[in-house]
């Protein structure tokens, strides 16, 4: 078995265990709600297939949801991160190209910015207003949704700066 793949398999379960038995009861001030899993489907391999990403996503989020009594919610907004995923990717790709996977360590802080907030953007609208069940209540969806994602984006942040710290 290839090596990489092992270590692929092995994170999925680390992000869904972390995800499932630390994050799950943790708020601040019942708004914002850490979504670490999400940094899992960022974290793949740049060349990864749209479908075989789609079928990660959705047997991610459908565990998230199994364990969150959330009928799909985790699932549907997963899957669609990882089918914009690739499409984004291309268009904010460097000049030269990818030479590794989609770091902070590789391409640097203001690149994985630009990644990731677009991408953990969108899952987190999407998951509160689905949540919500539509725009009936707008300005607490948007208050939660803007909030978690501001405090997911910091523990991918620290999350990343740990492995850029440890690999020195």
């Avoid at 630009?114 to 999407?126: D, K, N, Q, R």
Wanted: proline share 2%; glycine share 6%.
């Amino acid at each position: 078995m290839n090596r990489s793949l092992v270590i692929h398999v092995f994170l999925f379960f680390v992000y869904l265990f972390v995800q499932v038995i630390l994050l799950r009861n943790i708020s601040l001030f019942n708004k914002a709600f850490c979504f670490l899993y999400i940094a899992y489907i960022l974290s793949l391999p740049i060349d990864s297939n749209r479908i075989l990403l789609m079928l990660i996503a959705f047997v991610l989020g459908f565990l998230i949801d199994i364990f969150y009594d959330s009928l799909g919610m985790h699932t549907a907004a997963l899957v669609a991160v990882a089918f914009f995923r690739n499409t984004w990717l291309q268009l904010i790709a460097p000049q030269g190209g990818y030479d590794e996977g989609p770091t902070l360590a590789a391409n640097g802080v203001q690149w994985f910015l630009v990644y990731s907030i677009p991408m953990v953007g969108l899952h987190h609208l999407l998951l509160f207003f689905i949540e919500a069940g539509g725009f009936s209540m707008i300005g607490f969806t948007l208050t939660k949704a803007f909030s978690s994602m501001a405090l997911t984006l910091i523990v991918m942040l620290l999350l990343q700066y740990l492995v850029i710290r440890r690999r020195r």
